[in-house]
């Protein structure tokens, strides 16, 4: 069983950054994909962007991608997601997801994940 933690959500100004992490513990094996998606209220959950752990190649879906990146610390279990030039629009639960595999490219499709964690809530003000 793996569980995944994510932390670091708050409130931040619009124009501002904030670093979401993703704690991975359990049974986790050295293939492994994470990603990280967002719900906003009253809307679809969406992928934000994964990383595979073998790789450790990264997506980031088109939408947030000239703001937003994603790293690992395989040492330390831990994925970031950084978002710099937040807008009112990203806020939203984001919660981060994983799957095991040993794949070069990771999915943006949340049928691909096995394992959730619960959200950590990130509030964009204008």
């Known amino acids: 069983e793996v569980q995944l933690q994510a932390s670091g959500g708050g409130l931040v100004q619009a124009g501002g950054s904030l670093t979401l992490s993703c704690e991975a513990s359990?049974?986790?094996?050295?293939?492994?994909?994470i990603g990280w998606f967002r719900q906003a209220p009253g809307k679809e959950r969406e992928a934000v962007g994964c990383?595979?752990?073998?790789?450790?190649?990264?997506h980031v879906v088109d939408s947030v991608k000239a703001r937003f990146t994603i790293s690992s610390d395989n040492a330390k279990n831990t994925v970031y997601l950084r978002m710099n030039s937040l807008k009112p629009e990203d806020t939203a639960v984001y919660y981060c997801?994983?799957?095991?595999?040993?794949?070069?490219?990771?999915?943006?499709?949340?049928?691909?994940?096995?394992?959730w964690g619960r959200g950590t809530q990130v509030t964009v003000s204008s």
């Open positions: 990383i595979s752990s073998s790789s450790r190649l990264t």
């Open positions: 997801a994983g799957y095991p595999k040993n794949e070069r490219y990771c999915k943006t499709v949340d049928w691909a994940y096995t394992y």
């Open positions: 359990g049974s986790i094996s050295d293939d492994f994909v």
